[in-house]
């Protein structure tokens, strides 16, 4: 299949570019290298990659260069990755969260459906589930309301593609993802955000008294589910969780950080953030059965492998 990977130069996407192409597949790049953080981190994401992808930097919120790339590009399938994405930076731009995420998603949309494509897959998030009490989180539960902008922004998302699934044929698979992190995940998340200061003898900002519990899921694993989504032929819309089925507290976090550097935390210890939520827990079942989704990195395996890259990194950046 020749793929279109949106957001390909980023953290989870270049990963999936690179699975792809070892499957044997053809590869397209769609980024815009905006500057939420230093674009020429980008740019080191794809070494390896230029001489065996075609990259495109367009803004998706630019419709007509949508439909241009894909007057001019044939594509068998999309990897809807790119978006704006955090909880907290969503309450301080929701505009551009939603020119983004939204509108950027239905122009890709609408020119796949103008193409003829009739494979998509959306990246979606556990942020979706908002303050929903029941645990695991199941994606059968009834959401009813989203408390940030870039979840509203997503669940948005999924509706729009159940919604063109259902008038186009289109199969549309949407993947809810839990806290990714691994090698070459973003400076602003915590996992690569702790590790910096906590190496550096900075103080980390911790929200809260450190009782909130993520879904961590290394990269490895979500690279696998996404590409058992590609040759899904299930229902023409569906949704999946792609998690580790497994929470840790955030001062659990800390403190397997501590351990992976070698240093204590200097913690500065600050109110809950709005739009943060207290939990999340992914029910994989549905994914384990219809996608064949096994998860197999567990923190304790999968923060040493995160450390060993990031201590590389530092190496040469020395």
Same mark, same amino acid.
């Given at each position: 299949?020749?793929?279109?990977?949106?957001?390909?130069?980023?953290?989870?996407?270049?990963?999936?570019?690179?699975? *792809?192409?070892?499957?044997?597949?053809?590869?397209?790049?769609?980024?815009?290298? &905006?500057?939420?953080?230093?674009?020429?981190?980008?740019?080191? &994401?794809?070494?390896?990659?230029?001489?065996?992808?075609? %990259?495109?930097?367009?803004?998706?919120?630019?419709?007509?260069? %949508?439909?241009?790339?894909?007057?001019? !590009?044939?594509?068998?399938?999309?990897?809807?990755?790119? +978006?704006? +994405?955090?909880?907290?930076?969503?309450?301080?731009?929701?505009? *551009?969260?939603?020119?983004?995420?939204?509108?950027?998603?239905?122009?890709?949309?609408?020119?796949?459906?103008?193409?003829?494509?009739?494979?998509?897959?959306?990246?979606?998030?556990?942020? %979706?589930?908002?303050?929903?009490?029941?645990?695991?989180?199941? !994606?059968?539960?009834?959401?009813?309301?989203?408390?940030?902008?870039? @979840?509203?922004?997503?669940? #948005?998302?999924?509706?729009?593609?159940?919604?063109?699934?259902? *008038?186009? /044929?289109?199969?549309?698979?949407?993947?809810?993802?839990?806290?990714?992190?691994?090698?070459? /995940?973003?400076?602003?998340?915590?996992?690569?955000?702790?590790?910096?200061?906590?190496?550096?003898?900075?103080?980390?900002?911790?929200?809260?008294?450190?009782?909130?519990?993520?879904?961590?899921?290394?990269?490895?694993?979500?690279?696998?589910? %996404?590409?058992? +989504?590609?040759?899904?032929?299930?229902?023409?819309?569906?949704?999946? &969780?792609?998690? !580790?089925?497994?929470?840790?507290?955030?001062?659990?976090?800390?403190?397997?950080?501590?351990?992976?550097?070698?240093?204590? @935390?200097?913690?500065?210890?600050?109110?809950?953030?709005?739009?943060?939520?207290?939990?999340?827990?992914?029910?994989?079942?549905? #994914?384990?059965?219809?996608?064949?989704?096994?998860?197999?990195?567990?923190?304790?395996?999968?923060?040493?492998?995160?450390?060993?890259?990031?201590?590389?990194?530092?190496?040469?950046?020395?």
């Amino acid at each position: 299949m020749r793929i279109l990977v949106t957001g390909g130069a980023g953290f989870i996407g270049s990963h999936l570019a690179e699975r *792809l192409l070892r499957d044997g597949h053809e590869v397209a790049i769609l980024d815009d290298f &905006n500057d939420f953080y230093d674009p020429a981190i980008k740019h080191r &994401n794809l070494r390896g990659l230029t001489d065996h992808v075609s %990259v495109h930097r367009i803004d998706l919120r630019d419709s007509q260069s %949508v439909r241009s790339l894909f007057h001019h !590009e044939k594509f068998d399938t999309i990897a809807h990755l790119a +978006a704006r +994405a955090g909880v907290r930076p969503s309450i301080r731009q929701p505009q *551009l969260y939603y020119d983004t995420n939204v509108l950027g998603t239905l122009h890709l949309l609408e020119a796949a459906r103008a193409r003829g494509i009739e494979r998509f897959i959306f990246a979606s998030s556990s942020s %979706v589930y908002g303050l929903l009490e029941q645990v695991p989180f199941s !994606e059968e539960a009834h959401l009813t309301q989203t408390i940030s902008p870039y @979840a509203a922004t997503k669940i #948005a998302g999924e509706f729009l593609c159940s919604t063109y699934s259902h *008038l186009y /044929q289109m199969r549309i698979v949407a993947l809810r993802f839990f806290t990714v992190y691994g090698p070459r /995940q973003r400076p602003d998340l915590a996992i690569h955000q702790f590790t910096r200061r906590i190496s550096t003898g900075e103080p980390i900002d911790q929200f809260g008294d450190g009782s909130t519990r993520r879904d961590y899921t290394y990269i490895d694993d979500i690279i696998q589910g %996404v590409s058992a +989504a590609l040759t899904y032929e299930g229902q023409l819309f569906d949704i999946f &969780n792609l998690g !580790e089925n497994e929470t840790v507290q955030l001062r659990d976090l800390i403190a397997a950080i501590e351990l992976a550097v070698g240093r204590k @935390a200097k913690i500065n210890q600050l109110p809950e953030q709005p739009g943060d939520v207290p939990l999340t827990c992914a029910d994989i079942s549905k #994914a384990r059965r219809l996608l064949g989704y096994k998860p197999t990195t567990k923190l304790a395996e999968g923060l040493p492998r995160f450390f060993a890259w990031y201590r590389e990194g530092d190496k040469m950046s020395a």
